[in-house]
């Protein structure tokens, strides 16, 4: 059964501070791994892809690694900001032929304190 | 438009009642998506669309649930006789191709809190 487990659920940090979140998941065949951020009461954003042979992507503050040989995946977030209080979704997808089959993790909740 | 438009925000009805939801897509996008989130990162697929054409429906409870897009009107989620269970935030999302399979990102409404009494 295809599995995205995150980690921690929860982390509160102080403004300015950098953290980073996991992501670990058996779907298989692999397509790609995806970062998201949910504002409450709002839709998820694309912030990361990443396929199968990049191994790093960056976005602003926010860098995702990726190695696919351990299944895992990090989101760091430098220089905190508190704007960056919200839900972290990590999607990944498998390389079949069904375009919605996507397994989401169940969010780490950050939030930043001044 | 630019983003990808759900209506109504906030949807209450009474159970057994009938309750309808609709979403615009961006403009270009082929392919729409629509999802149940019923705790709060829980994400579960329900149905995916290429223009007006099925593509996935694995992910829909077929008694009640039903969905279309028709060209040049928003796409619609119904869902007859209402449950308690299907209390949820319904998000849809729209994709230039098949965003699951290549680079190009899903873009997100920001829901319909759908309430059943």
């Known amino acids: 059964k295809n599995q995205v487990e995150q980690s921690p659920q929860s982390l509160i940090i102080l403004e300015g501070k950098n953290c980073t979140l996991q992501?670990?998941?058996?779907?298989?065949?692999?397509?790609?791994l995806r970062w998201y951020k949910q504002d409450t009461g709002r839709g998820p954003v694309s912030l990361t892809i990443?396929?199968?042979?990049?191994n790093t992507k960056s976005n602003g503050r926010y860098t995702a690694t990726l190695d696919a040989d351990t299944k895992q995946s990090s989101l760091h977030i430098t220089a905190s900001q508190l704007s960056d209080s919200a839900s972290y979704i990590c999607v990944v997808s498998a390389g079949n032929t069904n375009a919605g089959k996507s397994t989401f993790g169940d969010g780490t909740t950050l939030t930043v304190k001044p | 438009g630019e983003e990808v438009a759900q209506t109504p925000k906030h949807l209450v009805r009474g159970e057994g009642q009938k309750a309808k939801l609709y979403c615009a897509p961006i403009?270009?996008?082929?392919?729409v998506f629509w999802y149940q989130q019923v705790l709060k990162n829980e994400f579960k697929f329900l149905i995916s669309f290429q223009n007006e054409n099925v593509f996935d429906e694995t992910g829909m409870p077929k008694e009640r649930f039903s969905a279309k897009c028709l060209p040049n009107s928003p796409c619609s989620l119904e869902i007859q006789a209402t449950k308690l269970e299907d209390s949820a935030v319904y998000f849809c999302?729209?994709?230039?191709?098949?965003?699951?399979?290549?680079?190009?990102?899903?873009?997100f409404g920001d829901g319909t809190r759908l309430s059943i009494l």
């Open positions: 999302a729209s994709s230039l191709n098949r965003g699951t399979f290549s680079n190009q990102p899903q873009h």
């Open positions: 990443m396929t199968f042979s990049e």
């Open positions: 403009k270009g996008h082929s392919y």
């Open positions: 992501c670990n998941y058996t779907v298989s065949p692999f397509s790609n």
